[in-house]
């Protein structure tokens, strides 16, 4: 590894060392922040699978629901316990009686902003180990975040999002909920990207970024993971002089080729950077249709003032350099839980971009 990037894994390492630990008690207006609980019950593992998944993407405790009786074959004997198990529930929902025992969970429910319920469905309703979880604690859920992840086979989850809401009548459920059949698992990766882009919870981000500097402005791209954007991100910092074209971009032929892989994107996004052919780096500050085909390298999460910054003709742009004022936080500034945006601001109400939150890089779409 060259010297530059030990230094940013190096920074990187710095920031997330002094911001870890710290709380957080801020109560933000429609994005999830602050603590989350991914609680959930699995029989045969896919929602496991689902859940391990889950976990990559998120910052999250998880705690699995165990029945107090082990080994028991909820599927035997034509899901004989199984369906006798949500029958008793279902004639005496308000009776504790009807649950079935669970081992203690090891988490203390009124402590998290966001509990993530992830269950199987059983006979339309939810599993009943899960239901038993829910019975005690839902009250305790009072004004949480809530979202539902279920599996079935193939049975739609109305009824199991009705058992979340009546053993959770505060929550604040968001919308949509996550259905993930049993055959769609090995799905799951992508299916968790898209839900979560939906009810905007923040992810964590592993790619790395970039910042893009012009005309008094600074923006921050996230790099493709491709050997393209790993190449062009091992020539930075770089300043060049970049050219106008057409009203929609700027672009500047490096003295060396990077590798390609170039595909037709269809349309180029405002903030999009580009490899057109081997060694042309263009910085798109228009969004429009193209036939075109180019190797993507990043594409700059905040385009507010960017075709300002570049102007109207060619325009010097200085690629990466770490000298985000992040590095300048001090540690008795920082609150736990607090999210910062790149250049070192606590941000009261992060929307969209990326910010640093307990010592990750945290992507807000
Ligand atoms: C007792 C029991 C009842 C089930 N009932 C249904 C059902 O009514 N409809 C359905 O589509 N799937 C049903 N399934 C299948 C599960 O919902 C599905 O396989 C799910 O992915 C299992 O998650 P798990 O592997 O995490 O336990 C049932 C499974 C069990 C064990």
């Known amino acids: 590894m060259d010297l530059k990037k030990l230094m940013k894994r190096f920074f990187v390492a ?3 060392l002094m911001l870890l630990g710290c709380n957080g008690d801020e109560v933000l207006a429609n994005t999830p922040s602050g603590r989350t609980l991914v609680v959930y019950y699995s029989f045969t593992g896919n929602v496991r699978a689902i859940v391990n998944s889950l976990g990559g993407k998120i910052e999250a405790d998880v705690v699995e629901i165990e029945p107090a009786e082990e080994g028991l074959d909820y599927a035997a004997n034509n899901y004989a316990i199984g369906s006798s198990l949500i029958e008793a529930i279902r004639n005496n929902p308000n009776d504790a009686d009807s649950y079935p025992a669970i081992k203690d969970v090891a988490a203390d429910v009124e402590s998290y902003d966001n509990i993530i319920v992830a269950t199987p469905l059983w006979w339309s309703q939810m599993a009943a180990p899960m239901q038993t979880f829910l019975f005690h604690n839902g009250a305790k859920m009072k004004d949480k975040n809530i979202a539902l992840i279920v599996s079935s086979a193939s049975s739609p989850i109305a009824a199991t999002v009705a ?4 053993l959770i009548p505060e929550g604040n459920f968001l919308e949509p909920n996550l259905w993930i059949k049993s055959s769609q698992v090995g799905n799951a990766s992508a299916l968790i990207d898209q839900w979560l882009n939906q009810i905007q919870f923040p992810t964590i981000m592993n790619n790395d970024t970039l910042s893009v500097r012009a005309g008094g402005y ?4 996230i790099l493709e993971d491709n050997a393209a954007a790993q190449a062009f991100n091992e020539m930075c910092p770089l300043t060049v002089n970049m050219s ?22 269809g349309t180029i ?35 507010t003032n960017l075709a300002k ?13 770490d000298d985000t004022a ?20 606590v941000v009261s109400d992060p929307k969209h971009g990326i910010f640093i939150h307990n010592g990750k890089k945290i992507l807000i779409k």
Do not use: W
């Open 244 to 265: 106008e074209l057409n009203g929609n971009e700027k672009y500047y032929y490096l003295d060396q080729s990077l590798p390609t892989q170039p595909s037709n994107p």
């Open 218 to 221: 600074t923006f921050t791209a």
């Open 326 to 345: 992040i590095s300048n936080i001090k540690a008795d500034e920082v609150k736990d839980g607090n999210y910062y945006s790149i250049d070192g601001r």
């Open 163 to 166: 058992d979340a809401k009546r």
């Open 269 to 303: 996004n405002a903030g999009d950077i580009m490899l057109y052919g081997s060694s042309c780096i263009v910085v798109f500050y228009k969004t429009f249709s193209t036939s075109y085909s180019y190797t993507k390298i990043g594409h700059i999460t905040d385009v």
């Open 14 to 16: 710095i920031v997330s």
């Open 309 to 321: 910054a570049l102007g109207t003709g060619s325009v010097s742009v200085t690629f990466g350099g």
